[in-house]
């Protein structure tokens, strides 16, 4: 079996792609050569249409029995080998372009030669046309789901977002960074960390970029890092992974309000990027985004605490807004909006209170939509002794970040910035309701494969 | 001594920087806020010049204690200001743009007001003008080291080389995704892994996204990834490091050969981007690359094998270029060149047997810069009784790769791809010898801070 298996594959050899299926309006008569795989096969007996998928759609191959005027033994030989195809084969065609109005994109090509590059042994249980399928009967087979038209439109969204944002940025004079995610100390108290063996020595997965981002804007001002995030949250939610995606931006001489003008830009910039470049993608999804206009609306704190307290909702002005305000919130508070100015002690060490005097407060905010938050941020402690004592309230050792205090005896400018999480920004874009559907191969407390 | 200094500093409040240094040519007499740090002071006694610096260069600030014609109280209060400067201190001055033949730019700035942000309360043991420091002294206070011109030129380079890379390979329709940097098995046999507790489980970080990657182009043919990389490295040499930044680049339907075309252009393309626009820095590093013309040289293994074998050197077929050897080929082979169809026991796994019928060969190919080896690739294995063979041969277990196996059930195409270390390429392009100086926070296995 293993002998006549391989015998029905040929090899690459040298036959290259001319187009992609894409390319094919007004080349009627025109040979091509196509790759891609099998997405159908629907056989008429005599006549056979296999739909071959490649990177940017589909097209129509149509295999015939005994092609009119065509040389009859090749085209014996050619059906007989499409009939071997099973559906996620990777095949290569070449053959005659021809319009045909019934044809899925109002063309289809005649084949006159295929390889079978790979054949297809196993049927995944689901189409690549199907939307709405259980995650654990396509995780096992991640990279056969990702084939899926709905999966692929989101990526292909999130490519084109993350596009957007970097332009973005660099327009407006960002650098790139890339800080160590191997960490002797957690830059936060609280999120709970992976522990590393380091050569001899412990050490952890850095669960955010944040005190190397905020030191590299002393030589920087202005910089972004666009890179993996670990957390060992044992939550088991729809919007919590093990493993993300941050885009965090830090910048000198400016504060919290100056960070969120340029957080809602990009977002707003990003999201007018994909609807337009996107449409195909979004026409699969069969939903697409309204571009968000700035400012976004800025609720204080202590305001939603009291409208809350209004509608009668057991809150007290100091708790966090666990998923039953959020969602009661969201459903007065529609699109992004900002939550601002957080009572201090809720926020981690590095949060500069306001000046205003009543240090209860912080320069603080997330930035929700609906009920998800996608990012948080804010005015940076500048000041070393304020540092220290920050660190010590909230039951943090001085001396574990000592390597981080000892840059503050330089100058440290005034800073703040923001850590967005792409898979929650890539949920508020396209709808998904799972996290794990925005990142390619989801990590959570039960899955650590593929 | 602590309300002293702290009353020295003064908070941003409102003011916000109008210009860059950069952009004061041409503005005689107007009024600018500029902010930055104080790269260096000249005391004349009566007249202080103080060097600001920001993101984009330096412009000189000059203090006079009686200035003519102004107010003298308040210039007497901002002259004793500027005398407790200290280089590193970040501070906004708002001040009258004057031409002035002498000044480094052939402009300056008279002070009106000044706000003293954050006070450097120590001094580094190098200017920031310094080009040769020993690693030792900078790393611990590598924050305030990246101040120095020389770095911020480096990684300003860095930062347009990545986003030539990445238009270079958007605009191929390449796109671009994630892969898990916690795994559950070793991607590779030999290279040495950092093990992590995953919740309950023993994991590892990767040390490629290779099988990731490869299956990736089974749903989007044409994918890159820009991510940390992790290598429990126990050498101390100057081109290893523990973690680094690596391009993968992975693509279906195409050979070796293919792939070495697209990293050859991307490289030449990167360069002659980063020559065109980063001229000042390469003024500052004191050197410039030129952009190499395609195609880069192609010598294969056995060839190189018998070259130094005709030098006298003592090489056997099959043994791998020690430094000696990669020195000696160096002294013959300049700039970028190829080394292709390596033996097929000396590559990884997943690496394809010439077609040629000698299976003793592969498809594969490392490039290099003079002695550094910058990037290795090759045509992967795409049958799946083929990838169980080799991964026997290589000692390695077929069960430990049931996940990445499953995938060659559903048509993996045949395809190629490579993987180039950011940092080794950034050493090309600069010039530095350090592969630490080509990251932000270099780790080994001496180093884990800052």
């Not at 939307?131 to 084939?147: G, H, M, T």
């Not at 999120?191 to 955010?208: G, H, K, M, N, V």
């Not at 850590?419 to 998904?432: D, F, H, K, Q, W």
Request: hydrophobic fraction near 40%.
């Amino acid at each position: 079996m293993l002998f006549a298996s391989m015998s029905l594959e040929d090899d690459l050899g040298d036959w290259r792609r001319s187009h992609y299926s894409s390319e094919l309006h007004g080349m009627d008569g025109r040979e091509v050569t196509l790759m891609g795989y099998v997405a159908s096969i629907r056989d008429h007996g005599n006549i056979l249409f296999v739909m071959l998928a490649d990177k940017d759609g589909e097209v129509q191959i149509v295999f015939k029995r005994n092609a009119e005027g065509s040389d009859g033994a090749t085209t014996q030989a050619l059906f007989s080998k499409a009939r071997m195809l099973k559906e996620h084969s990777s095949i290569a065609v070449k053959g005659i372009v021809r319009s045909m109005k019934n044809a899925p994109k109002g063309v289809e090509v005649v084949p006159k030669e295929m390889k079978i590059l790979s054949l297809a042994r196993s049927v995944p249980p689901f189409s690549v046309y199907s939307k709405n399928i259980p995650l654990d009967v396509r995780l096992d087979i991640r990279a056969v789901d990702l084939r899926r038209h709905y999966l692929r439109a989101v990526f292909r969204i999130r490519h084109n977002l993350l596009k957007a944002i970097r332009s973005f940025l660099d327009e407006r004079g960002f650098i790139e960074v890339s800080t160590p995610k191997m960490i002797s100390t957690a830059s936060e108290g609280g999120a709970a960390l992976f522990p590393i063996f380091y050569f001899d020595r412990e050490a952890f997965l850095a669960q955010s970029p944040q005190l190397y981002k905020e030191q590299l804007t002393l030589a920087f001002e202005k910089v972004y890092e666009i890179a993996p995030i670990f957390r060992a949250e044992p939550s088991r939610t729809n919007r919590h992974l093990a493993e993300a995606i941050s885009i965090d931006v830090e910048h000198a001489f400016v504060n919290y309000e100056d960070v969120m003008g340029i957080l809602e830009e990009m977002i707003s910039h990003a999201i007018g990027y994909v609807v337009d470049k996107c449409k195909d993608e979004f026409s699969i999804l069969g939903t697409t985004p309204i571009k968000p206009s700035t400012p976004f609306p800025r609720y204080r704190y202590s305001q939603l605490i009291d409208i809350l307290k209004g509608e009668g909702i057991r809150i007290e002005w100091g708790d966090d807004f666990a998923a039953e305000h959020l969602k009661a919130l969201s459903s007065m508070l529609k699109g992004y909006y900002f939550i601002v100015d957080w009572p201090a002690r809720m926020r981690p060490f590095y949060t500069k209170t306001k000046d205003d005097g009543s240090t209860a407060l912080s320069e603080s905010f997330d930035l929700m939509h609906g009920d998800l938050e996608i990012s948080s941020g804010s005015t940076r402690i500048n000041r070393k002794d304020e540092l220290m004592e920050r660190l010590k309230m909230q039951g943090l050792k001085p001396e574990s970040f000592a390597h981080h205090l000892i840059v503050f005896d330089y100058g440290m400018p005034p800073h703040a910035g923001f850590g967005l999480g792409l898979e929650r920004l890539l949920m508020t874009v396209t709808g998904l309701e799972n996290i794990r559907d925005a990142t390619f191969y989801p990590r959570d407390i039960d899955r650590l494969v593929p």
